[in-house]
């Protein structure tokens, strides 16, 4: 399996790394993408990724920290976006659902983030909440998808993922796919095309059915693997290969 998102810089999940890392192995998980949210976090995904081979990273300003985007900023990431350990710029979006920074901070930043991918040729990895249409009409106005991008953590409809489909876009499900109440995602996962489909754990946060309640890590991703089995009614090897190989895809892994 290959956790497509994950915050292993978390201090949940930091100080205890080398377990977390083991325990992924053990449960299946041979690779894991460290996605950063503002500078720090960015640098460290980074390290992380040059200190264990099956860790990838990616750098990026989440929109929560929008209001901390500045040119130099832009310069800093840029300079770490071309390390060969980073597969993509995110995680990057909108969220008007706690507002931490002000939406046109947000948009700027946002727009910013998906014109450096551009320029540097890598894809991009899309925080959505609360947003879609704008984040929509700022996929569609910048040709967002023009090197590939993943919509994360995906809460949204089916017609809008088809939308993101069509436009470039793979669709990745967290933990919150094991929930009873997350039927629209359900048949989201049921009727996509299976060569777009991402599995994630979002971790520390998201923890899936029946662990909730705990710190989430990437060796949990395996129960959202067995619902998006049932749900496509295939075997969880299957997907576990298939979302496998979808996210070597898009990050553009070679081996
Ligand atoms: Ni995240």
Redesign the pocket.
């Known amino acids: 399996m290959f956790d497509s998102?994950a915050?292993l810089q978390d201090p949940h999940i930091k100080k205890n790394l080398d377990n977390v890392l083991k325990r992924a192995r053990d449960a299946g998980v041979d690779r894991i993408a460290c996605?950063g949210?503002d500078l720090p976090s960015s640098e460290e995904a980074l390290s992380i990724a040059r200190k264990y081979k099956h860790v990838y990273a990616t750098v990026g300003i989440h929109p929560h920290d929008a209001k901390t985007f500045t040119s130099e900023v832009w310069d800093k990431l840029k300079a770490l976006a071309k390390d060969p350990k980073v597969v993509a710029i995110g995680?990057i979006g909108l969220d008007y659902y706690r507002d931490l920074s002000p939406r046109d901070k947000q948009k700027e930043s946002f727009i910013a983030q998906i014109l450096l991918a551009q320029e540097i040729g890598k894809p991009i990895v899309i925080?959505d909440r609360d947003a879609n249409q704008d984040v929509m009409d700022i996929i569609k106005k910048y040709k967002a998808g023009r090197n590939g991008g993943i919509m994360?953590?995906y809460s949204g409809n089916l017609p809008l993922a088809v939308e993101a489909i069509k436009n470039g876009f793979y669709i990745s499900f967290a933990g919150p796919l094991t929930y009873k109440n997350a039927r629209r995602s359900h048949e989201v996962v049921g009727k996509i095309p299976i060569d777009r489909l991402l599995v994630e754990t979002?971790c520390p946060y998201l923890t899936p059915e029946p662990l909730r309640g705990k710190v989430n890590e990437p060796a949990y991703v395996r129960y959202t693997v067995e619902k998006m089995a049932v749900l496509r009614n295939q075997h969880p090897d299957e997907i576990a290969y298939l979302t496998e190989r979808n996210a070597c895809k898009i990050y553009r892994i070679k081996d």
């Open positions: 998102h915050h996605i949210y995680e925080h994360h953590c979002d």
